[in-house]
Structures are given as C-alpha cells and as structure tokens.
C-alpha cells in the first residue's frame, strides 16, 4: 500500500514538473511576442468597411484620378494680427523643405510622399495659411528606427522643424489633418503593452492580496493570467502579421484585459474549490482531483460562453468589429488553459502552505454550514430564502427603472476631436483650422459621377445644406478628367469631415444624387464613417440575436434545463439595459461626453452578457449540485452561501481590471471601462446575488424543467 502511494505520489510529481517546465518554455517564447503586438496593428478606419460599401467602391474608382492612398497632414500656420508677406514666403520655404526631411536610417520624408507638396493656402480672413502633405498610406506603417513608423516619424519630425524655423517668428503652428490625428493616436495607444498591463496586474494584485490574505497565492494566479496572455500572444501576433485576422489597438487592448480578468476569475473558482476540499481531504492530490473535477464544468461552459459570443462578432461587416471576436476568443482559450493547467500545477507544487497565512486543516468544515448564520452571505441566503419573491421583484423593478434611459444613450459616432481625453496638437488644430477656413477643407467628399451628369452634379451638390464648394476640375479652367465615362468631383464641407454633423450632410447629399442618377456614389473620409455607422446599426441586428442563440443554447446543455436557461438570459438582458441606462445618465449628465463610437453598444453587449453569464453559470451549476442531494430550494440557498464569496471577488477582480482601460486617453476605451465595470458588479450584486437566486427559489423544482432532480422539495 505504501509503494502504491510512493508510486502514485512520484507520478503526482513528474506531471507537475513537465507543466511548470513547459509553461516555462512557453512563457519565454510568448512574453517577447506580446510587446511586438503592436508592430501588426491595422487602425485604418477604410480597411475594415465591406467591399460592397458605396465609400469602399469609390475609394476603389478614384484611385484612378487621384491617389485615394494618400494620407495628408495639414500644417495650420497662424498670427492672429494678420499674415504678413515674411510669413509667406517662411511658409513657402518650409513646404519646400518638408521632402528633405530627414526621418532616421537615411530616409526622408521625400521618400514617402504620395505627391509633391502642396502650394500654401492663405485664409479669406488672411491671418491663416494652410500647407498639405500628402503621406502614402500603403506606407504609413513601416518602421524607419526602432519604435518608430513613418506615419509618427513624419509628424514628429515636422513638429520639430518647426519650433526652429517657424515658432520664433511669433507664428502659432500646427501639424494636423488625418496623419497629424493618427499619430497621435499612436502616441495615445504607445503604453498599451506596458502602462496598461502594468495597472491591470497592479490593480488584480491588490485585490487578491485583500480577497486571499495571502502573500504567495495572488502570485500564483498572476502568472496564471501572464502564462495565458502569452499562450494567445503566440497564436494571434502570427495570424495578425500574415493578414487572417485584424488586430487593432482597440482590440489589443481589450485582449489583454480579458485574459488577465478571465484567467483570474477562473483561477478565483478553482482555488476556492480546491481551499474547500483541503477541509475534507488529508491528500493535497485527493484534493485537487475532487476540486478539478468540480470546477472544469463550470468553468469551461463559462469560457465556451465568452468564446461563443466573441465569434459571432465574425459576423459583423466591419473587419475592426470582425477581427476583436477570434482575437478575443483565442485570448479566452488562453486563459482557460493556463487556469486549469498551470495553476493546479503550482498550487500542488507548494501545497497547504500556498494559503499561509490562512492555512486550510482537515477538520471538515464546510462552507455550506453558513447558510441562515450571520456571516454576510449567511445572511443573504437567509434573506431569499424568507422573502424571495419581494426581492425579485424589487430587484426585477430597479433593473427596470435603470433600463428606462437607455434610449437616451447616444451612439451615432463621434469626431475626431472627442476621441481624446486630454489636449493634443492636433486636435487643436482641427479647432483652430475650423475658424480660418471650411471646415472640412483638406478632406472633401469624392463623388463618382457618369461624365454626362458631372455638370449637374455639381450644381445639386453645391446646393446641399453643409456644402461649402463642389468642382469637377483640378484647377479653375481646366477640364475634369474623365476615365472609363466617369468624372470625380470633390465637394469640401463648411462643417469638419470626420463630425456626426458631416456624416448628415452626406446622407443628404447621397439622397439628393440619387434623383439625379442611381450610379452616382458618394464617397470620402465622411463617406467612410456614415457607411462605419451604417454597418454598426447592421451589427446590432445580426450579432446580439445570434449571441443570446448561442448562450441560450450552452444554458440549456449545461442545466439541462430550459425554465433555468431561460431565467439566466432574461435576467442578463435585464442587467445589460439597466447597465445602458446607467452609462448614458453618467455619460451624458456626469462626464458630458459628446457621444458615443457606434460600436459601443455591441461591444459592451459581448461582454456583459457572455462574461456577465459566468457568474450566473458558477452560481447554477453549484445549484444543481447541490439540489441533487438536498433539494431544489436548499440548495440554492447552499449554492448562493458557498459561491457569494468567491463569484463577488471574481466580479471585483473583472471590473477592476476592465477598469485600467481607463488610463489610455481615447474616450472608446474609457467608455467600455465604465460599461463593463459598472455592468459587472451590477451582475454581482443585483442579478446573481439576488435576482437569480430568488426568482429560482420562488419558481422551485420547476426550474429544472424539462428535467427533474432525484431529490424534490
């Protein structure tokens, strides 16, 4: 018998030492992998549209007039007295310097100019002079030094230049424009790899310190979440470089929340489980065998769940939108791996003294024994079970009453200037530019006309309410240019090109040329959002339908009951409204946000619902557990005394760490942080803490319908 043991233990052994030495080897290749994400980032707004978009078809035809590739900077030169002949001809001098440039490693800006620069525009007021250079785009991405690509190096460099030759005249300067905005959201998104996973670690850390008391164990589980983070690293950097999936720095970023906040959730209910079975186990192996079997259930439907969800975003028409759902997903997977490999693993390699202080004995007691005592969750279980159906329906009705604004919540798109938190140079610009010149002056809408209708054309364009100029021709006197039948004119807005209040000038211009012909297409920067829009409202109608599908499905195999599946998505759906209404009171009375991006409400559905599910799914599944050996009604009052602790750590730990998106200054990630955060705790404390439990309890061994239980109340 003590051979058996001896053997068996040796056995124990070996397999816990070939885990922590592969996922050593692992996270050696991986963690250099997750730094170099961001060298295979897409954030070009035109690349994610679908091919059958009008604006993606005329970008697509115009090539053939101009180069549609071109990314241009605007450089605002002003003096608020009046331009003077010397600023001109500084002006003059250092457009014709731009191209000499240097940018590093022998290159200049020259080398990458879709076009000679352009001639200096003066402003009607004459204190503005407006200067254009025209990036190639197909080449804004490649990396002259270490850290560096042409699209920040080209700004940089111009800034630079002039606050030597330009600024010291007493002139107020701006790089600005699409390349001057985009570069600053490099620099926005530039401490995504460190800053952000640095806070989300620190932030998990502190509270798995309170949650554990321990000093080793929350150590444990954040190699857990890095092990994962560089298992889906390894998988999405290689797919991302060679163009299978899209990863931009939006969804980099949520990438490494959701595996960080992901793998610490599961980590919380495998260690729980396993603290709980040390009570009733001498072995620390017995332990773990019961613990994981117990956990694998639960946690691999919730993660399916999340993984699910997240690929119905492949449904989507927008690549963005599209390539977050298999990035997620694979970070999910990485999570789930690590969290039911690596951590058994390492809590068996320390064993009991993983919890000093706090070190479980074998004296069988158990966590159930607190149901009705005065212990917080003691006294909630008591609660339901008392008076379960006031709580539902007084929880039922606050959700309600929260839900009541979410029509409120404004989605429809935002400028460029309100994707920044905090003041940047081009921005500013933008701002500045708007006052000496039409607003949308530099980036007009490109209208693709059949060359018998380029006249008229004109005329209803430059008729429509928002329209500054409209021309078919490069140049006052010369001919459009006309290829294959088709003339493109270009119509410059009076308000700025990429505003909520520019996409409605478009719509009104695509209604109007659509009497004139059904073969005209309107196209352009503005173009590119409203069809972004467009497609997002699409989104909404295709993706959450076919998400609740899926989740109601898993429920369903899950419980293997329909009444319960039922309960659980009603109840989430619920949350997710009362979660909305929340954020647009918050949103629009509290932070005065000018709106929203209109992939917020999908995005913030995805997680919500497929992660705030989770803590429904460890809540039931503890339930039916239960209510096999005690019954319907005891059992969920066990269930909801046994879990309380653990899933409301694991809600805390998932909000805080959605919370660090909120140290990146771009209004998309802050908001998502709020939502998530706000929406997470809200499943915790509300819908799985109360609503769920008692709603269930109140329905009875019903709730298993169409299966039932050995033992009924």
């Not at 600053?184 to 008391?213: E, Q």
């Not at 919500?608 to 989770?614: M, S, T, Y």
């Not at 809600?651 to 200054?665: K, R």
């Amino acid at each position: 018998m003590r051979q058996d043991k001896s053997r068996a233990r040796w056995k124990w052994r070996a397999a816990i030492a070939a885990v922590l030495i592969g996922w050593l080897v692992l996270g050696a290749l991986g963690g250099p992998t997750v730094g170099k994400l961001s060298e295979v980032q897409e954030n070009d707004n035109a690349n994610f549209l679908p091919k059958q978009a009008e604006s993606t078809l005329v970008a697509n035809e115009s090539a053939k007039f101009v180069d549609s590739k071109a990314l241009p900077y605007f450089v605002l030169i002003v003096r608020d007295s009046g331009i003077t002949p010397e600023d001109l001809a500084n002006a003059n001098a250092f457009l014709a310097k731009v191209p000499t440039m240097e940018l590093g490693g022998g290159k200049t800006i020259g080398d990458y100019l879709a076009a000679p620069a352009k001639t200096v525009i003066p402003s009607e007021d004459k204190k503005a002079l407006l200067l254009t250079v025209e990036l190639d785009g197909r080449r804004a991405d490649e990396v002259v030094k270490p850290g560096e690509t042409v699209l920040f190096a080209v700004a940089d460099t111009m800034r630079t230049s002039i606050k030597q030759d330009l600024t010291p005249t007493g002139l107020t300067v701006y790089v600005t424009g699409p390349g001057g905005v985009f570069a600053d959201f490099v620099v926005a998104f530039s401490g995504i790899d460190g800053i952000l996973l640095g806070v989300a670690l620190a932030v998990v850390f502190v509270i798995l310190l309170i949650v554990y008391r321990s000093p080793i164990l929350p150590i444990a589980v954040l190699l857990t979440a890095v092990f994962g983070l560089a298992l889906a690293a390894l998988v999405v950097y290689p797919l991302a470089k060679h163009g299978v999936l899209e990863l931009n720095g939006q969804s980099q970023g949520i990438l490494f929340i959701l595996v960080v906040g992901a793998a610490t959730d599961y980590s919380l209910l495998l260690v729980s489980r396993y603290k709980e079975e040390l009570h009733d186990y001498e072995s620390k192996y017995d332990a773990m065998r019961v613990a994981w079997r117990a956990a694998i259930e639960p946690i691999a439907a919730s993660a399916a769940t999340v993984i699910l969800g997240l690929l119905c975003l492949l449904l989507s028409q927008l690549g963005s939108t599209k390539g977050l759902g298999p990035v997620g997903a694979i970070g999910i997977a990485g999570a789930l791996i690590a969290a039911m490999s690596f951590l058994p693993a390492i809590l068996l390699a320390f064993g009991r003294r993983i919890f000093w202080p706090s070190i479980p004995r074998l004296d069988h007691v158990h966590a159930r024994d607190q149901v009705g005592g005065r212990k917080l969750w003691g006294r909630i279980s008591g609660l339901v079970g008392r008076r379960a159906r006031r709580v539902w329906v007084i929880s039922a009705l606050g959700l309600l009453a929260c839900a009541a604004f979410l029509p409120t919540f404004k989605a429809s798109g935002i400028s460029q200037e309100d994707l920044f938190l905090d003041k940047v140079e081009s921005v500013t610009g933008q701002q500045v530019l708007a006052q000496h010149f039409d607003a949308g002056a530099g980036t007009p809408v490109q209208i693709l006309t059949p060359a018998a209708q380029a006249d008229q054309v004109v005329q209803t364009a430059s008729k429509v309410d928002g329209v500054g100029t409209a021309s078919a021709s490069a140049a006052p006197g010369v001919p459009p240019k006309v290829v294959d039948g088709k003339v493109l004119v270009q119509a410059t807005l009076k308000v700025p090109a990429d505003s909520p209040a520019a996409t409605k000038v478009v719509q009104r211009l695509r209604t109007e040329l659509d009497h004139v012909s059904p073969d005209i297409l309107v196209g352009g920067n503005t173009a590119i959002n409203l069809d972004v829009l467009d497609a997002s409202k699409r989104d909404l109608r295709v993706i959450i339908p076919a998400i609740l599908g899926l989740i109601f499905v898993v429920l369903t195999l899950l419980l293997r009951s329909l009444v319960a599946a039922v309960l659980l998505v009603v109840a989430n759906v619920l949350s997710f409204g009362a979660t909305v209404g929340v954020s647009a009171l918050v949103f629009n009375h509290v932070f005065k946000f000018p709106g929203a991006d209109p992939n917020i409400p999908l995005y913030a559905f995805v997680f919500l619902v497929a992660l705030g599910i989770d803590y429904s799914i460890f809540l039931m599944t503890r339930v039916r557990e239960e209510s096999k050996e005690q019954g319907t009604r005891p059992g969920i009052l066990v269930g909801l005394a046994v879990t309380g602790g653990v899933i409301t750590s694991a809600g805390v730990v998932l909000a805080a760490t959605f919370s660090a998106l909120a140290v990146l200054p771009i209004l998309f990630l802050v908001q998502i942080a709020f939502m998530v955060a706000f929406g997470v705790l809200l499943d915790t404390t509300v819908v799985r803490s109360l609503l769920v439990p008692s709603l269930a309890y109140d329905i009875g061994p019903r709730v298993w319908w169409p299966s039932t239980l050995k033992n009924q109340d």
